[in-house]
């Protein structure tokens, strides 16, 4: 598992470099680092419409269309956008340390795993 979470790092390390997920310049990623804890909120928007998907400390979600509650969930995404630090295109120097980070906490963890299965 912890491998594949590596694989996954560095699929979005990808994304982030090129902002974009395919080579379909349509399909933008961007990727952001922020402090603040909260809730884990999907907002799509297509012609001009809104949904949002947003999960709860389970496998459950709430998916409304609700355009007034996807509004409010848009307006603080762009808040929240507005503090945080950009890991997508320019964004190397922070990208790359958090990347750096991470890949070092699932070598930790892969080490603690292999000393365990020796006992």
């Known amino acids: 598992m912890l491998k594949q979470l590596a694989s996954c790092l560095e699929d979005i390390k990808t994304y982030a470099l090129n902002s974009r997920k395919t080579t379909n ?6 990727w952001y680092a922020n402090d603040v804890l909260g809730s884990i909120c999907y907002l799509i928007e297509a012609e001009s419409n ?6 709860f400390n389970t496998f ?4 409304t269309q609700n355009h007034e509650f996807c ?7 762009d ?9 997508s295109g320019n964004g190397e120097k922070q990208r790359n340390r958090y990347l750096k980070d991470a890949f070092s906490e699932i070598e930790l963890l ?3 795993l292999s000393v365990i299965k020796k006992i």
Not at 60 to 63: A, D, G, I, R, T
Not at 71 to 77: G, R
Not at 79 to 87: A, D, E, P, Y
Request: glycine share 0%.
């Open 60 to 63: 459950n979600y709430l998916k």
């Open 50 to 55: 809104f949904i949002s998907f947003n999960r």
């Open 110 to 112: 892969l080490d603690e």
């Open 79 to 87: 808040i929240l956008i507005k503090k945080s630090v950009s890991f």
């Open 25 to 30: 310049p349509e399909h933008k990623f961007q």
């Open 71 to 77: 509004s409010n969930i848009n307006a603080w995404m």
